[in-house]
């Protein structure tokens, strides 16, 4: 392996996350937080990913890095690049107070394995929100600041560490390392095999002939859509400026997470719920169609069958869970259209808000849900999950192997909006699906062998959550509860699996084929 290439990657994504931590670094000021506040939270992450962004990139380089990009280097850069951010972005919440820090330990407050545990609690909520999973730990157990007095733990956190919780999902939904394709498409011939590695946000279809157009194109539609989800927030929805900007940029990577305990049930709005199931169900839809609306290519968005399937599914689990609270629940019929539009849009697309304690629902519409935490949306859209695509796809792979058999000189194709699928993705797919079944398998393991007091409905719960990103569960982990009652251990598979599950498995996987770190 070409280690200059990774240098090249993580040192140029380091540099890029100077950026956001500048600026909410210096939102302090406006949103009250003061100098002291500041320094403190977001000064060292500063200085250490430019120190540590312009060393790699100065001298873990040579003078050949900007030849084009292998596949395998490419694949590794993005897998390994995410821990590194994700280490660096907990850093705020572990020095600036959200949970146990070395100030802590400083003013004899704390001893060192609290503090360490409190840098556990801080990586956990910075990869679940760079991975939009949007579990989180805080609550009394966990945050300093969060005392017998304090009625809203979240809402009581530092506000410029709240847009930076809320800021790091919404980076972590078009992909970090998508970030930087504007400029390293300028010096790497292989721009497109690190945009290929990470498909955490829209798919890379040339919408035009060069990567950087195509990169502004979906970073065009994205910035778009959260600005008018933010403005429709504040002006009528009737939110605050705070809260609006906040839930805009935690909606749209399909994230989660909110400026209050009770997330959207605190606001106790129809219309901010309405405005927020729209853009819900607008992250699950592939990027790529919104620019082909854009272009007025009508015939492409409506025969799309992904977008045909996802929308069918949404319907019909909002169909089935509004009958069942009807009949089961004894909720008014009002109540369970709204409530059930929701919950299938936030589970379904992966986003994690809630609007009632589904936990508690009839048995009917849990399954329905557990099945939405799975299935996700759309591929190319910032949604978790396996995807409809490929969930499609490999039925239709086992609809053609039982053909097969019953005809056997036939010729049996899998195809998709028309296109026949190659063999190599269809077998790709397979490998995908293969792997998530054992990652689940595995992780279920070990966090009943850690967490043996939970019952098996919670376990399911946080594996699915996790590998498929979507933060709320059921049983103990419901919306109304943190994931803080975790042993620590736990929260590090946890998070690990929101890392695998967030890079679409794979491309995590292929670190551990030795023949990528062969030169």
């Not at 967490?451 to 098996?456: K, M, R, S, T, V």
Request: aromatic residues 10%; hydrophobic residues 50%; glycine residues 10%.
């Amino acid at each position: 392996m070409r280690k200059d290439i990774l240098s090249l990657v993580v040192g140029w994504t380091l540099i890029l996350l100077c950026l956001p931590l500048t600026l909410v670094g210096l939102s302090s000021f406006v949103l009250g937080d003061g100098l002291d506040h500041a320094l403190r939270a977001f000064l060292p992450p500063l200085l250490m990913c430019g120190i540590l962004g312009v060393l790699l990139r100065r001298w873990g380089t040579h003078e050949d890095t900007d030849e084009r990009l292998r596949d395998r280097e490419a694949f590794a850069a993005v897998a390994l690049g995410w821990p590194v951010v994700v280490a660096i972005g907990a850093l705020p919440y572990w020095l600036g107070g959200m949970f146990h820090g070395p100030f802590g330990l400083l003013a004899g407050d704390i001893d060192m394995q609290t503090m360490a545990v409190g840098y556990v609690h801080s990586w956990f909520e910075s990869m679940s929100g760079f991975t939009t999973t949007g579990a989180t730990v805080i609550d009394g157990d966990t945050s300093p600041i969060c005392t017998a007095a304090v009625t809203d733990c979240i809402a009581a956190q530092s506000r410029s560490l709240l847009l930076w919780r809320s800021l790091t999902q919404w980076l972590g939904g078009m992909g970090i390392i998508m970030l930087g394709i504007l400029i390293l498409s300028r010096y790497l011939g292989g721009g497109m095999s690190v945009a290929r590695a990470e498909l955490t946000g829209p798919s890379l279809s040339r919408l035009r002939p060069r990567l950087a157009e195509t990169a502004k194109i979906l970073w065009a539609i994205y910035i778009a859509l959260t600005l008018a989800e933010m403005i429709l927030l504040r002006f009528v929805g009737g939110l605050s400026w705070f809260d609006s900007v906040n839930h805009g940029f935690t909606t749209m990577p399909s994230g989660g997470y909110s400026t209050y305990d009770a997330g959207i049930m605190h606001f106790q709005s129809p219309t901010v719920e309405w405005i927020i199931i729209f853009f819900m169900v607008a992250t699950g839809i592939n990027f790529t169609l919104y620019h082909f609306l854009w272009l007025k290519e009508w015939f492409n968005v409506v025969t799309n069958n992904e977008l045909q399937v996802y929308l069918a599914v949404l319907l019909g689990a909002w169909t089935v869970m509004t009958v069942n609270l009807v009949m089961a629940a004894d909720v008014s019929s009002v109540d369970s259209f709204r409530l059930a539009a929701f919950q299938a849009a936030s589970i379904g697309t992966s986003t994690g808000y809630a609007t009632a304690d589904f936990a508690a629902w009839p048995i009917l519409s849990k399954v329905i849900l557990l099945l939405l935490m799975i299935v996700g949306a759309c591929a190319g859209s910032t949604s978790g999950g396996l995807k409809i695509l490929r969930l499609r796809i490999a039925f239709q792979l086992a609809r053609r192997e039982i053909s097969r058999i019953s005809s056997p000189r036939k010729v049996h194709l899998v195809r998709m909006d028309g296109e026949v699928v190659e063999d190599d993705k269809l077998w790709t797919i397979v490998g995908m699906l293969s792997w998530w079944a054992v990652i689940a398998m595995a992780g279920l393991l070990m966090l009943s062998f850690i967490e043996y007091e939970l019952d098996l409905e919670s376990l399911i719960g946080i594996v699915v959550s996790s590998l498929g990103n979507t933060g709320p569960t059921l049983g103990a982990f419901g919306p109304t509860q943190t994931w803080s009652s975790l042993h620590w251990s736990s929260m590090i598979i946890t998070s690990l699996m929101m890392w695998l599950g967030r890079l679409e498995l794979l491309t995590v996987i292929v670190l551990l084929t030795p023949r990528v770190w062969k030169k």
